[in-house]
């Protein structure tokens, strides 16, 4: 494997999972390309003491791993702005903090990545319900290495003794760091989770999906909360303010969707797109003193039994990720209907 052209050949494949994994690790897209990149060229400079014993992909994810724990080891957990405090109020302009936020990853960027690489129904269903925003929000509560541990055991199916080898413990203490991640993620994941739509969309949620990009583009708060569950959710990262039910958001929305209200933001365009194995929109807004609807950010919609529970809208991502311009072309016009729901591109 020594030389440049073999190497690349050989790891390309599996670049895609390992940056999905570096992102479940992680939490934010841009750390993930970095360490996916630091995974190989540490392969690379390793690739002579590479045996043979284990297969390449198993020694990717090896180096990765501890790519990533080296970077946990220095770095706070992500947050997204319901685990900083209680729910808000709106009350005019709130600003930004600059905190380590999660972000949400592209599924033009999880198409192909799937655990295994198998195409197994059984690990494409795990990797739904471990990529959902959800999931990572509570991994980021776990220490460093128990976060190592479910991933490794839990998404990609490796033995406690596999595990235990690359942590550099025992099989006993590698065990109980699993049981003591799942009971976390028990206590933290939602306890309706199950009852979500993870996988393709249904036309129940594509004919949603229309509806609220509908609402939106025509700055109708009052459609927008037809679409809402009574106790709806908001987040807004970089914002910690955040809403807890469906009248909160509303308000909100009257007031930055009004043309009168010194308090809003102007007018939006919408693009269906998917984020994290759900449903979401790339959204663009013209502010009032603009002419072009300008590239604003991405959010992710949690449907249960035909209504939206939660709206994450993240500011901060760019549009590169999502193979969308950072301006508004007008040929967008004839091919955002959710009918045509795409994974990004």
């Not at 030389?3 to 999905?20: G, P, S």
């Not at 936020?101 to 198998?118: H, K, M, Q, S, V």
């Not at 010194?262 to 994290?276: S, T």
Request: net charge negative; aromatic share 8%.
């Amino acid at each position: 494997m020594g030389h440049a052209q073999d190497f690349e050949t050989l790891v390309e494949r599996h670049r895609r999972e390992i940056q999905v994994h570096c992102y479940r690790m992680l939490g934010s897209l841009a750390d993930a390309e970095d360490l996916a990149q630091e995974t190989f060229l540490r392969a690379w400079k390793g690739r002579d003491g590479f045996e043979g014993r284990a297969s390449v992909r198993t020694w990717l994810y090896r180096i990765a791993t501890n790519a990533c724990l080296d970077v946990l080891a220095r770095r706070p957990r992500r947050v997204l702005p319901d685990q900083l405090g209680p729910a808000g109020e709106p009350a005019g302009p709130i600003a930004a903090a600059d905190l380590p936020w999660l972000e949400p990853y592209p599924d033009r960027l999880l198409d192909g990545a799937a655990p295994g690489g198998t195409g197994d129904p059984g690990a494409a269903v795990v990797e739904r319900e471990t990529i959902e925003l959800a999931y990572l929000a509570a991994v980021q509560y776990l220490p460093p290495r128990q976060r190592a541990t479910l991933i490794l055991r839990d998404v990609l199916g490796w033995s406690a003794k596999e595990t235990a080898a690359l942590l550099e413990t025992s099989v006993a203490s590698a065990n109980s760091a699993l049981q003591r991640a799942r009971a976390t993620l028990r206590e933290r994941l939602p306890a309706r989770r199950a009852e979500w739509t993870v996988g393709d969309p249904t036309a129940e949620e594509t004919a949603l999906l229309k509806r609220f990009i509908a609402a939106y583009e025509a700055g109708d708060p009052a459609a927008v909360a037809r679409l809402l569950h009574e106790d709806a959710q908001a987040i807004m990262p970089p914002y910690t303010l955040w809403f807890g039910n469906r009248a909160s958001i509303i308000r909100a929305l009257s007031l930055s969707m009004d043309p009168a209200s010194p308090d809003c933001v102007g007018r939006f365009r919408m693009l269906p797109v998917r984020a994290n194995r759900q449903p979401a929109v790339a959204t663009y807004l013209r502010r009032p003193d603009e002419h072009d609807h300008r590239w604003f950010g991405v959010t992710l919609l949690t449907i249960e039994g035909g209504s939206i529970t939660a709206m994450a809208a993240f500011e901060s991502v760019t549009a590169a990720a999502w193979g969308l311009p950072e301006t508004w072309p007008e040929e967008h016009d004839d091919h955002r209907s959710p009918g045509k729901m795409q994974s990004g591109a």
